[in-house]
């Protein structure tokens, strides 16, 4: 019998679009599973993905799997740019005591995690990129578990607020390192000079560029949301290209973007739109791809340094939220579960990890070894830090489970 051409060819090839389907549609269930033991639903995403890394790499999709970034970069640039557009810079005016902790939680994470990894004989170069990129807090993981946890408060929009500047701090210092990883392998000191302020520079111009565009644009349109969240979720995707495009920075590119939306409009022209339930989707399949990106075999090699590298980073995020606990007005346990919220270390410092790595291969793997060992661990450990951080401060709404039915049949039969 001959072949029929209209039959497709076998094995399938497994394409994006399905790829990303079969993501979101395993991490959504990993996702509940999580959620019915009490823990967050990221902790689901995340198992979800390390259970895909050795099947991707037996049916040889590893490639396709790194590839599949642009779907973890679009979810970064909705999460930064959310996160910019609450950073609200009248606030930092009124109390400057938000801005002084985040530069302490900062400088004392960067001062510990460079001490430790110095102690455990990395060069200078190595553990100061180390401690830079260990400056930032996740912001995908704690905007996650605020909305699951609908926790409003004072805690919260601190954590926003602080999550916000230590991502921007750590990203520009890791930009302004790059310099000296030039000089390190012998570039010239034109390269070494021009392509930090290039990053830094073009990729704020960027944010600025795309926040008047939006403005612009909002004011051609109609004030409704569906229109508003549409122009926005449309000019973040195409900021991320941008940027991938001009090889500047993702974080600083939509961190500004988001940042310049709300604080540069004097009309108002732009509404705030909600982004949270569709840009989901695009969480979901974030952290499904980045726990299948992280090696567990990293603790065969690091585990040692990467235990000592979290609890050096643990010390110093809550030892700079402490020490200006009291002038914010923050109670003792305000200042507890907000120190809590700041762990979370995942994609910013993933990205940093691999911007660095693309750079100079050689030299990024040095580090790799304990920063995805780190990683690992944080990715489960973070999320629930937040949920308990936001729990402890009162913030988050109760977990409360449905009752049985024959239970709710017996207190209606009372009442």
Same mark, same amino acid.
């Given at each position: 019998?001959?072949?029929? @051409?209209?039959?497709?060819?076998?094995?399938?090839?497994?394409?994006?679009p399905l790829l990303f389907g079969v993501?979101?549609?395993?991490?959504?269930?990993? *996702?509940?599973?999580?959620?019915?033991?009490?823990?967050?639903?990221?902790?689901?995403?995340?198992?979800?993905?390390?259970?895909?890394? @050795?099947?991707?790499? %037996?049916?040889?999709?590893?490639? &396709?799997?790194?590839?599949?970034?642009?779907? $973890?970069?679009?979810?970064? *640039?909705?999460?930064?740019?959310?996160?910019?557009?609450?950073?609200?810079?009248?606030?930092?005016?009124?109390?400057?005591?938000?801005?002084?902790?985040?530069?302490?939680?900062?400088?004392?994470?960067?001062? %510990?995690?460079?001490?430790?990894?110095?102690? &455990?004989?990395?060069? @200078?170069?190595?553990?100061?990129?180390?401690?830079?990129?260990?400056?930032?807090?996740? @912001?995908?993981?704690?905007?996650?578990?605020?909305?699951?946890?609908?926790?409003?408060?004072?805690?919260?929009?601190?954590?926003?607020?602080?999550?916000?500047?230590?991502?921007?701090?750590?990203?520009?210092v890791v930009t302004m390192l790059l310099?000296?990883?030039?000089?390190?392998?012998?570039?010239?000191?034109?390269?070494?000079?021009?392509?930090?302020?290039?990053?830094?520079?073009?990729?704020?111009?960027?944010? *600025?560029?795309?926040?008047?565009?939006?403005?612009?644009?909002?004011?051609?349109?109609?004030?409704?949301?569906?229109?508003?969240?549409?122009?926005?979720?449309?000019?973040?995707? %195409?900021?991320?290209?941008?940027?991938?495009?001009?090889?500047?920075?993702?974080?600083?590119?939509?961190?500004?973007?988001?940042?310049?939306?709300?604080?540069?409009?004097?009309?108002?022209?732009?509404?705030?739109?909600?982004?949270?339930?569709?840009?989901?989707?695009?969480?979901?399949?974030?952290?499904?791809?980045?726990?299948?990106?992280?090696?567990?075999?990293?603790?065969?090699?690091?585990?040692?340094?990467?235990?000592?590298?979290?609890?050096?980073?643990?010390?110093?995020?809550?030892?700079?939220?402490? $020490?200006?606990?009291? &002038?914010? *007005?923050?109670?003792?346990?305000?200042?507890?579960?907000?120190?809590?919220?700041?762990?979370?270390?995942?994609?910013?410092?993933?990205?940093?990890?691999?911007?660095?790595?693309?750079?100079?291969p050689e030299f990024g793997q040095q580090?790799?070894?304990?920063?995805? %060992?780190?990683?690992?661990?944080?990715?489960?450990?973070?999320?629930?830090?937040?949920?308990?951080?936001?729990?402890?401060?009162?913030?988050?709404?109760?977990?409360?489970?449905?009752?049985?039915?024959?239970?709710?049949?017996?207190?209606?039969?009372?009442?």
């Amino acid at each position: 019998m001959a072949a029929l @051409p209209f039959l497709p060819d076998l094995p399938l090839t497994l394409s994006y679009p399905l790829l990303f389907g079969v993501l979101l549609v395993a991490g959504m269930l990993g *996702g509940e599973a999580a959620r019915r033991l009490r823990l967050p639903r990221i902790v689901g995403y995340v198992l979800v993905g390390f259970a895909i890394a @050795p099947v991707a790499s %037996a049916m040889n999709i590893g490639p &396709l799997l790194d590839e599949a970034r642009i779907f $973890v970069d679009i979810a970064l *640039g909705l999460v930064l740019f959310d996160l910019g557009r609450r950073l609200d810079l009248g606030w930092l005016k009124r109390d400057w005591t938000l801005a002084a902790s985040s530069v302490g939680e900062c400088v004392l994470v960067f001062a %510990a995690v460079f001490a430790a990894l110095s102690a &455990l004989d990395f060069t @200078p170069l190595q553990a100061g990129l180390a401690a830079a990129i260990a400056m930032a807090t996740s @912001p995908a993981v704690v905007l996650l578990v605020a909305q699951d946890t609908r926790a409003e408060g004072q805690v919260t929009e601190r954590a926003f607020t602080l999550v916000a500047l230590n991502s921007l701090l750590a990203s520009v210092v890791v930009t302004m390192l790059l310099a000296t990883v030039h000089y390190e392998v012998r570039l010239d000191l034109t390269n070494a000079v021009l392509h930090p302020l290039y990053l830094f520079a073009g990729s704020l111009a960027l944010g *600025g560029a795309m926040a008047s565009v939006a403005r612009t644009l909002a004011r051609m349109l109609e004030r409704s949301p569906d229109l508003h969240f549409t122009l926005v979720a449309g000019l973040v995707v %195409a900021a991320v290209g941008l940027a991938q495009a001009g090889k500047l920075s993702v974080i600083l590119a939509l961190l500004a973007f988001g940042m310049f939306s709300r604080n540069e409009g004097r009309g108002h022209e732009l509404m705030a739109v909600d982004l949270g339930r569709a840009s989901r989707l695009f969480y979901v399949v974030l952290f499904v791809i980045t726990g299948a990106s992280l090696p567990l075999s990293a603790f065969e090699t690091a585990g040692w340094a990467a235990a000592i590298l979290v609890a050096a980073r643990a010390a110093g995020k809550l030892a700079g939220v402490f $020490v200006f606990a009291s &002038l914010g *007005g923050l109670r003792l346990r305000q200042a507890l579960g907000l120190g809590a919220t700041l762990l979370p270390m995942s994609s910013i410092a993933l990205l940093l990890q691999h911007d660095v790595a693309r750079l100079y291969p050689e030299f990024g793997q040095q580090l790799a070894a304990v920063l995805l %060992a780190a990683l690992v661990a944080m990715e489960l450990a973070g999320p629930i830090a937040v949920q308990w951080g936001l729990r402890f401060a009162g913030e988050a709404e109760p977990d409360r489970r449905p009752a049985p039915p024959v239970a709710q049949g017996v207190a209606g039969q009372a009442r």
